[in-house]
């Protein structure tokens, strides 16, 4: 498909279209409003929306899903439609959904990895958990846990980014702002900005 949308022109699937698409898939919500989940309530507007899927569930998406509507981040800037007959190994990871009228993106979906069915943080293999601890369930869908969605958003912060980790952090468990503390420690030889103020909760 030629003239693809830019990547910021979405106009996102709802979560029961987003249950519809991804039948048959373990997927995880991620993204903005996984932490509106976890909240109880939107604090800021939700232009997109993301989910995480285990790396060897991805030939299965095409099952619920045209393949003419998705399309794989093959190279930073790129996308190249998805191949059927490939199986996409690291580091892609990023496939992206057109929505139903196909002029916008819909959903965006998240490649990850598993070791002995922990999963693996994309940015420092030594950063593992179970692959149940990673996410909670509400609204009977399994979201990402907090903490470990401001692990994602911890590489170049953008505004909303910050606006996250300024709404979510009070609202940890004292358990869950450690790791996300210890998290960070290990990614950054340069001290993250997010640091100091965890640090001082």
Same mark, same amino acid.
């Given at each position: %498909?030629e003239?693809l =949308? !830019?990547?910021?022109?979405?106009?996102?699937?709802t979560?029961a279209?987003?249950a519809q698409?991804?039948?048959g898939?373990?997927?995880? $919500?991620?993204g903005?409003?996984? *932490?509106?989940?976890?909240?109880g309530?939107?604090?800021?507007?939700?232009?997109?929306?993301d989910?995480?899927?285990v790396?060897?569930?991805?030939q299965q @998406?095409?099952?619920? +899903?045209a393949?003419?509507?998705?399309?794989?981040?093959?190279? =930073?800037?790129?996308?190249? !439609?998805y191949?059927t007959? #490939?199986y996409?190994e690291?580091?892609?990871? &990023?496939?992206?959904?057109?929505?139903?009228?196909?002029?916008?993106?819909?959903?965006? +979906? %998240?490649?990850? &990895?598993l070791?002995? &069915?922990?999963w693996?943080?994309?940015r420092? !293999?030594a950063i593992? /958990? =179970?692959?149940?601890q990673?996410?909670?369930?509400?609204?009977e +869908?399994?979201? @990402?846990? !907090?903490?470990?969605? *401001? /692990?994602? #958003?911890? #590489?170049a912060?953008?505004?909303?980014?910050?606006?996250?980790?300024?709404?979510?952090?009070?609202?940890?468990?004292?358990?869950?702002?450690?790791? $996300?503390?210890?998290?960070?420690?290990?990614?950054? =030889?340069?001290?993250?900005?997010? *640091?100091?103020d965890?640090?001082? *909760?």
């Amino acid at each position: %498909m030629e003239n693809l =949308p !830019p990547y910021e022109q979405w106009q996102p699937y709802t979560l029961a279209e987003v249950a519809q698409y991804c039948v048959g898939v373990d997927w995880i $919500l991620a993204g903005g409003h996984a *932490l509106h989940l976890f909240l109880g309530k939107a604090y800021r507007q939700n232009t997109d929306i993301d989910v995480l899927v285990v790396r060897n569930e991805q030939q299965q @998406l095409t099952q619920t +899903i045209a393949k003419q509507k998705l399309f794989v981040a093959t190279i =930073p800037g790129k996308l190249t !439609p998805y191949d059927t007959q #490939k199986y996409y190994e690291q580091p892609i990871q &990023d496939i992206w959904c057109l929505n139903a009228d196909n002029n916008a993106w819909g959903l965006q +979906i %998240m490649l990850f &990895d598993l070791v002995a &069915d922990h999963w693996v943080y994309k940015r420092n !293999p030594a950063i593992q /958990l =179970p692959l149940h601890q990673i996410y909670f369930e509400k609204e009977e +869908i399994k979201v @990402l846990k !907090p903490e470990i969605q *401001l /692990l994602y #958003k911890s #590489k170049a912060t953008r505004p909303k980014d910050q606006v996250d980790f300024e709404t979510i952090v009070p609202h940890l468990e004292a358990k869950a702002r450690q790791w $996300l503390l210890q998290a960070l420690t290990k990614c950054y =030889p340069v001290q993250h900005p997010w *640091l100091l103020d965890l640090q001082t *909760l």
